[in-house]
Every structure is written in C-alpha cells, then in structure tokens.
Nanobody, 123 residues
Framework: QGRLVESGGGLVEAGGSLRLSCAAS????????MGWFRQAPGKEHEFVAG????????VYADSVKGRFTISRDNAKNTVYLQMNSLKPEDMAAYYC????????????????WGQGTQVTVSS
C-alpha cells in the first residue's frame, strides 16, 4: 500500500518562500501523475499544480502560475512544490496526491493522498 508524506510547511511572511516535499513509500509512484492541492478552512480542495510521471508536463492553477514550481525526482520517489512570492491567500493545508494516468485538476480522480502540511502566510 502506498503512502505519501508531506513536509516543509510553516509560517512565512508575505513575499517569502517555502519548499514543500512529498515523499512516497510503500510502492513506487514513478509511473503516477502527481498533484498538489490545498484546502483553506471552510473551502474545498483546490488544485494547485500537477506533474506527469516523467516530469515532462506540468499544469498550474492560474492563481499560482509564475510563483510556484512543481518538480519531481523519481529516483528519490519525491515531489516538490517551490512556492515563491507567497501571499496571505496562499495560506492553507497543502496535500500531495497521486493518480495513475495523466494529470488532472479533479481531486476525486486521485488514488493516494498525504496527510497534509500547513502553510501560514502572515501579512
């Protein structure tokens, strides 16, 4: 059974940066598309970014395009989300997820989920 564990969240001032990591274990996710989602209190999961199994294709939400970068290292079974120029509206719990096949913005299509890591942005 696969497991995803996020890390790297924390408190940062607006304009600052954080790098989230998602380490996979229990199985190899190198053939899976990976996604980052976030959830603020009282809101549904919001797609942030996705990356294909090879890393050759990436997709971003308009709200983070140009500020966030998703990447993966299949040798380390790890996916990253570099977040720059953070804004208060980026504050949320961030989750990584894995799905077979292609990238999707639909959280319901993802098979594996991590427990989340909190990102807090102070203004």
């Amino acid at each position: 059974q696969g497991r995803l564990v996020e890390s790297g969240g924390g408190l940062v001032e607006a304009g600052g940066s954080l790098r989230l990591s998602c380490a996979a274990s229990g199985r190899t996710f190198s053939s899976y598309a990976m996604g980052w989602f976030r959830q603020a209190p009282g809101k549904e999961h919001e797609f942030v970014a996705g990356i294909s199994w090879s890393g050759g294709s990436t997709v971003y939400a308009d709200s983070v395009k140009g500020r966030f970068t998703i990447s993966r290292d299949n040798a380390k079974n790890t996916v990253y989300l570099q977040m720059n120029s953070l804004k208060p509206e980026d504050m949320a719990a961030y989750y990584c997820a894995a799905k077979s096949g292609t990238i999707s913005r639909n959280s319901r299509l993802y098979d594996y989920w991590g427990q989340g890591t909190q990102v807090t942005v102070s203004s």
